[in-house]
Nanobody
Framework: VQLQASGGGLVQAGGSLRLSCTASGRSFSSYAMAWFRQAPGKEREFVGAISWNGNWPYYEDSVKGRFTIYRDNAKNTVYLQMNSLKPEDTALYYC???????????????????WGQGTQVTVSS
């Protein structure tokens, strides 16, 4: 599956952004989807993920209560709604896909098969 992420930008602390990731192909509902981020000089880190049917989102602790992942399988798109943004959220955000219609949580980059190109989020203080 090919992924195209969009929606990044510059926002003040406390603001909101919504990222989108649209997949090509007809089997989007067979994929668990995730968002990762990478700040300069740091490793890529897990932000959150969602099961193939959208029923099971889960998050990294620092974004719980601020970020929400949801998906629209009819549109082949997964979203990351980010509220109450902080300067430490500044990073290049990537979406990723894993062919999986089962359960389980997958929090490492190596768990995912396909990646989008990244979209920059910058939060000013």
């Amino acid at each position: 599956v090919q992924l195209q992420a969009s929606g990044g930008g510059l926002v003040q602390a406390g603001g909101s952004l919504r990222l989108s990731c649209t997949a090509s192909g007809r089997s989007f509902s067979s994929y668990a989807m995730a968002w990762f981020r990478q700040a300069p000089g740091k490793e890529r880190e897990f932000v959150g993920a969602i099961s193939w049917n959208g029923n099971w989102p889960y998050y990294e602790d620092s974004v719980k209560g601020r970020f929400t992942i949801y998906r629209d399988n009819a549109k082949n798109t997964v979203y990351l709604q980010m509220n109450s943004l902080k300067p430490e959220d500044t990073a290049l955000y990537y979406c990723a896909a894993r062919a999986d219609r089962g359960g389980g949580e997958y929090r490492y980059p190596s768990d995912y098969d396909s990646w989008g190109q990244g979209t920059q989020v910058t939060v000013s203080s």
